[in-house]
């Protein structure tokens, strides 16, 4: 199966700085990769997704890149502001009946004020 | 405008114990699954659903089944519950195809 795998673990930054976050994937079949963000106590939710046709999606502050090639995708947050801190969860879609999700193990990503 | 619902937050439950965690989701999504969330170790898949009565193993299915009769709701079960099964467990679901997962708020369930 899929194997996804995430960079950094951990990741400080000053408010106002970029933040990103590196993630690698296994399966070459792989076409959907979305990003998650998980607040203190809360559920993951979708923040930003790429599929395998583009190279780049841009939501005002957040951006996605995919190097379909070197099989790695990138989440990057411009201008951090401290309600950014979260744990933040990379995936990548295989290709079973379900297109199940395989998550890289996440980033706490701290913004200090 | 909860989706998807976890019946309980917090669960805590004696080994051995048969443990059951519930997700019911009103989006009419085809797919639906169960993962847990430990530390360090991120989110790993433990059963999916892609349709009524159906059922695949996912990466960590030992010690767990699934059911699953309407398409709306999909349970967990801890046949036997261990304290190596303690852990946050967070229910999802999505459309059929290449779509994000809506996830539930999460059931924390410590085994003592």
């Known amino acids: 199966g899929e194997n996804v795998e995430q960079h950094p673990s951990t990741l400080s930054v000053q408010e106002g700085d970029s933040a990103v976050i590196k993630c690698t994937y296994s399966?070459?079949?792989?076409?959907?990769f979305p990003w998650y963000k998980q607040e203190l106590g809360k559920r993951p939710q979708l923040i930003i997704d790429?599929?395998?046709?583009?190279g780049e999606k841009k939501d005002q502050r957040i951006a996605v890149t995919l190097n379909k090639t070197a099989k790695h995708f990138s989440l990057h947050i411009t201008e951090t502001q401290p309600e950014d801190s979260a744990v933040y969860f990379c995936?990548?879609?295989?290709?079973?009946?379900?297109?199940?999700?395989?998550f890289g193990t996440g980033t706490r990503l701290t913004v200090i004020p | 405008d909860v989706k998807v619902t976890q019946s309980s937050r917090y669960l805590v439950k004696r080994t051995g114990e048969k443990v059951f965690l519930e997700c019911v989701q009103d989006?009419?999504?085809?797919?639906m699954f169960w993962y847990r969330q430990d530390p360090g170790l991120g989110l790993r898949l433990i059963y999916f659903?892609?349709?009524?009565?159906?059922?695949e193993k996912g990466d960590i299915p030992e010690g767990y089944s699934v059911s699953r009769e309407k398409k709306e709701r999909f349970s967990l079960i801890l046949e036997s519950a261990s304290t190596n099964q303690t852990s946050m467990y967070l229910c999802?679901?999505?459309?059929?195809?290449?779509?994000?997962?809506?996830f539930g708020s999460g059931t924390r369930l410590t085994v003592v």
């Open positions: 999802a679901s999505s459309l059929s195809g290449d779509y994000g997962y809506t």
């Open positions: 399966d070459s079949a792989s076409n959907y």
């Open positions: 790429i599929r395998s046709n583009v």
């Open positions: 995936a990548a879609s295989d290709q079973t009946g379900a297109n199940n999700l395989f």
């Open positions: 989006m009419d999504h085809e797919n």
């Open positions: 659903s892609y349709d009524v009565k159906m059922k």
